[in-house]
């Protein structure tokens, strides 16, 4: 069959969708120069397909202005056509950021905590994720067996991983029925975002082309276990000398890390919205659940909003290497750069207010009686997106952050997918997620 090839070039939008248009390859390096035409009203554009509230109407014209440096062309040897996507920004006519252009958020942020700290964000997604046939039995979970009859599919997603530009890590047969969850190594500011939007990508084609489609729906199954992503973050300084770790410190947090992970607590249930968007993704924030429930930091603890990860060898300089702390309240209908976006705001305002070192929780917070949580200065996080929405509206300083405009219009967009679920039951709105992500 005749053939122009095409590369799809691409972002992540508001709805965590990665959307764009294609173009002939042979036009690159023309299309890494002008872009293709897009449309402001795209980013309303919900997961259901419908166009949520828009301020923009028909009016207006932007471009998609690919990267070079994130194309993917991937072929699977199986037969089937060759998948070609690159990343980009959404820009003005006059080549400005526009907005709404997640991407270029998550620039201004990572901009902002360079500025403030003269840090840089080192970062890795990790992702659970199911199939959407039924395969699994008793005694899956971890286990040797199971791994075995999964293995082809496996060691298929970290090769094309690997092509992609990936640096796969691990790859294993999760707790929950038909679970698992891939891994990748860090990666430096924006780049940590777009690799977690190829691993999405490329997992999702290789289960089509195996006959395993995936989903990576928050909570497939109101009674079952549910599908994070958890968010790994350091820093190195301008030198690219690690800058996350110190020996000396309570727990090994350096002085400006504490502050960081100070201001993601202290501004997490105002940025919930942004990592957390989906109707369902509510029903996984919810103790004992292995998520999040409160604004909490745990040491080795999998229920704590931020955890302190663990360091395998006694070496300073390999400790400093290692040393990390991870977001838990994070799901895949969020987009990648959002969700950074958001942290990276928060911990940058925690280190520009110099706030202390939040206390190192080792029980369980659920127990606590409200007023003790209080003292403390914990909160409940939102338990439903409708809820995350009001606190993000109610705090002018995110917006100030996020930019007013876009969080005006990530508001009017996520409620207009809440209108969309809104006479579903749990278990409806789980199998209509689930057909999206």
């Known amino acids: 069959m005749i053939s122009n090839p095409l590369m799809f070039a691409a972002i992540s939008d508001f709805s965590g969708v990665t959307r764009g248009k294609a173009f002939p390859l042979k036009d690159m390096e023309k299309r890494f120069r002008q872009g293709v035409g897009w449309t402001p009203t795209n980013v309303q554009i919900t997961c259901f397909d419908t166009i949520a509230d828009s301020p923009f109407g028909s009016f207006g014209d932007l471009i998609l202005v690919p990267d070079a440096d994130t194309a993917v062309t991937l072929d699977l040897e199986d037969g089937g056509p060759v998948e070609r996507f690159v990343l980009g920004d959404i820009l003005g006519l006059d080549g400005v950021p526009w907005s709404c252009c997640t991407r270029s958020i998550l620039k201004q942020a990572l901009k902002r905590l360079e500025d403030v700290a003269g ?89 089509e082309r195996m006959g395993q489609p995936v989903t990576f729906v ?71 659940r292995w998520s999040a429930a409160f604004n909490n930091l745990g040491y080795h603890d999998r229920e704590a909003a931020v955890r302190i990860c663990p360091v395998t060898s006694a070496s300073a300089d390999s400790a400093a290497r290692q040393y990390n702390f991870e977001y838990r309240a994070a799901d895949a209908t969020a987009s990648p750069y959002l969700v950074l976006a958001a942290l990276v705001h928060a911990g940058a305002q925690g280190i520009e207010e110099g706030l202390a070192a939040p206390e190192v929780t080792e029980e369980d917070l659920s127990e606590l009686s409200p007023a003790a949580l209080a003292e403390r200065g914990f909160v409940r996080l939102p338990q439903s997106l409708e809820e995350a929405l009001g606190r993000l509206c109610a705090n002018d300083l995110v917006a100030r952050w996020i930019g007013h405009e876009a969080v005006e219009t990530y508001v009017k967009h996520k409620r207009g997918e809440l209108a969309h679920t809104a006479a579903l039951n749990e278990t409806e709105r789980c199998a209509l997620y689930e057909t999206v992500y």
Do not use: C
């Open 119 to 207: 840090l840089r964000l080192v970062a890795a997604f990790e992702h659970e994720f199911q199939t959407r046939n039924k395969i699994a039995g008793p005694g899956e979970a971890f286990g040797l067996a199971s791994f075995g009859k999964h293995r082809q599919f496996g060691e298929a997603v970290m090769a094309a991983l690997d092509i992609a530009g990936v640096k796969p890590d691990t790859f294993l047969k999760e707790y929950g029925t038909d679970q698992f969850e891939v891994t990748n190594g860090p990666d430096l500011g924006v780049t940590a975002a777009d690799t977690a939007v190829k691993v999405r990508a490329v997992t999702r084609l290789v289960g």
């Open 218 to 288: 928050p909570i497939r199954d109101p009674a079952g276990v549910g599908n994070g992503v958890h968010v790994h973050m350091s820093f190195v300084d301008e030198n690219g000398a690690p800058a996350t770790y110190d020996p000396d410190a309570p727990w090994g947090m350096a002085k400006k890390t504490a502050s960081f992970i100070a201001g993601i607590l202290k501004y997490m249930d105002s940025i919930v919205a942004l990592t957390a968007p989906s109707a369902i993704s509510y029903m996984r924030l919810t103790p004992h």
